[in-house]
């Protein structure tokens, strides 16, 4: 198995035809991600956002505050799953 330092580098030819359906496929998803109507990713709801909007500054502070609670966890496996990949490859 290669070490993880010649695979980061990309050497040789077959290492960029290998990347090269990655990064096509990365870019097509950023392309539709970035077409698609903004009703899709469900931000303009009407009732959630009137409901929010006349609930006042403590009930908008609580819903941050929520959306914290709900992103922090989340991000912190994400990031620990990663590291731990990383690290496993680089053993390997």
Avoid: E
Wanted: proline share 5%.
């Amino acid at each position: 198995m290669k070490p993880l330092s010649q695979i980061a580098r990309g050497t040789g030819r077959l290492n960029h035809f290998k990347m090269r359906p990655i990064v096509v496929s990365s870019l097509l998803s950023i392309l539709g991600a970035s077409a698609a109507p903004p009703n899709a990713f469900a931000q303009g709801c009407a009732m959630c956002y009137t409901t929010a909007a006349a609930a006042g500054s403590a009930a908008a502070r609580s819903l941050d505050v929520g959306i914290l609670v709900l992103l922090v966890p989340t991000l912190v496996m994400f990031v620990s799953v990663l590291v731990i990949a990383i690290r496993r490859a680089a053993i390997n």
